[in-house]
């Protein structure tokens, strides 16, 4: 069984920093990605980053370039997102999620299996 559980959400004053962590479990195949995804209170969720495992060729949304920068540490099966000068509009639920292989389509969340449960993030102005 798949298995992404999210960690390091948190609250965090503007201009600060958060590392958020994805660890995966049950995957069967060796050539699957992880993407991070958010969603804020009352807006769909989007895409932020991806990054595959095969080769670890990160994706970022606009939002997310010179900000954020995803990592991937394979012997540890966890994927990471470093947050760094957050901005109050970055407050959401931040979801990973896993896909099976990427490329150009990495934002579409219908592409991918398996999602996490969530970590808040709270950005204060």
């Known amino acids: 069984e798949v298995q992404l559980v999210e960690s390091g959400g948190g609250l965090v004053q503007a201009g600060g920093s958060l590392r958020l962590s994805c660890v995966a479990s049950?995957?069967?195949?060796?050539?699957?990605?992880i993407g991070w995804f958010r969603q804020a209170p009352g807006l769909e969720r989007e895409a932020v980053s991806c990054?595959?495992?095969?080769?670890?060729?990160?994706y970022y949304a606009d939002s997310a370039k010179g900000r954020f920068t995803i990592s991937s540490d394979n012997a540890k099966n966890t994927v990471y997102l470093q947050m760094d000068s957050l901005k109050p509009e970055d407050t959401a639920v931040y979801y990973c999620?896993?896909?099976?292989?990427?490329?150009?389509?990495?934002?579409?969340?219908?592409?991918?299996?398996?999602w996490g449960q969530g970590t808040q993030v709270t950005v204060s102005s």
């Open positions: 990054i595959s495992r095969s080769d670890g060729s990160p």
């Open positions: 999620a896993a896909r099976p292989a990427v490329g150009t389509d990495w934002w579409r969340e219908d592409e991918y299996d398996s």
């Open positions: 049950g995957f069967t195949f060796d050539d699957y990605a």
